[in-house]
Every structure is written in C-alpha cells, then in structure tokens.
C-alpha cells in the first residue's frame, strides 16, 4: 500500500498487478486513469474513474469496458480529450449554478407575490415554476465555443 504512492507511472504489468493498484488507489482517495487495449485489461478499465482505450488497436472487450475510446489511436490526443471534457464540464457547473439562482429567484418573488395578492392571483408559484423548468432551454450552452480558455481551480 505504502509503495503505490511512489508509483507515477506504471507499464507492461500483469493484470492482477494492474488492477490491484487501481483498487489501491481508489481507496486512498485518487481518481484513476487508465488505459489499455487487450481483452485482459477490461476489468482495470472498469474499475478506474476513467478507462481509455484506442479504436484501431483496442480489442471489442477493452472498447466496450472503456469509458472514452481514442479514435485516432494517437496518445497525444488524451490531452485534448482532457481539456474539452474540463471545459464542457465547468460549463455545465456554470449553468446549473445559473439555473438553480435563477429559478430560486423566482420563487421566492412568485411566493411574495401570491401572498400579496393570494385571492387574485390565477396561478400558484409552484406551476410558475413548472413552467420556467419546462421553458425550453437548452443544453447547447454547455458545449465549449471557440477557443479553450483554462479556468485557474
């Protein structure tokens, strides 16, 4: 357990080996990446946090426990993976933090309003807020535009 903490990079290892530190290092608290092509590999890919396999290469069991499957069989691409699945997912943090202020906005000036005016009012702050979750907006402002801009964490 002590010697997993040394290890930064493993490679041409069994895969008992492999998946026992993959366990190791999940149950001290890391999130696990790992990549591999062969049938043997498939139960390392699906314990880790991530499984990364490449398309040409990988056999149908590695592609299937994967996670992500690099199209382009290039290494480098993971990098790039990398930083667009980070972007897309600040954007979708980014959007429901907006969302839930928005609606939680509302609420509470929809209930305002209808305790002000609770006999005149046609419709009840909870069908006002039915209606603005079920308004039509789209996920597309979740998806990364233009160039990646790292964001400082």
Not at 62 to 85: C, H, P, Q, R, T
Not at 98 to 110: M, P, R, S, V
Not at 113 to 136: A, E, R, Y
Request: hydrophobic share 40%; glycine share 6%.
């Amino acid at each position: 357990m002590e010697k997993v903490e040394a290890v930064c990079v493993m490679a041409r290892s069994s895969p008992f080996v492999k998946l026992l530190m993959v366990q190791c290092l999940k149950q001290q608290g890391h999130v696990v990446a790992v990549t591999g092509d062969r049938t043997y590999d498939a139960a390392s890919l699906k314990e880790a946090d991530i499984g990364l396999s490449m398309w040409i290469q990988a056999t149908e069991v590695s592609k299937e426990s994967s996670d992500i499957v690099i199209m382009d069989d290039n290494f480098a691409s993971v990098a790039s993976v990398l930083m667009w699945g980070r972007c897309v997912y600040n954007n979708i943090q980014k959007f429901i933090q907006f969302h839930l202020t928005i609606n939680f906005a509302g609420l509470c000036d929809d209930q305002l309003c209808s305790n002000s005016f609770s006999k005149l009012s046609p419709i009840n702050s909870s069908s006002v807020i039915v209606g603005k979750l079920d308004h039509g907006h789209t996920w597309s402002s979740c998806t990364c535009h233009g160039k990646y801009k790292p964001v400082n964490s």
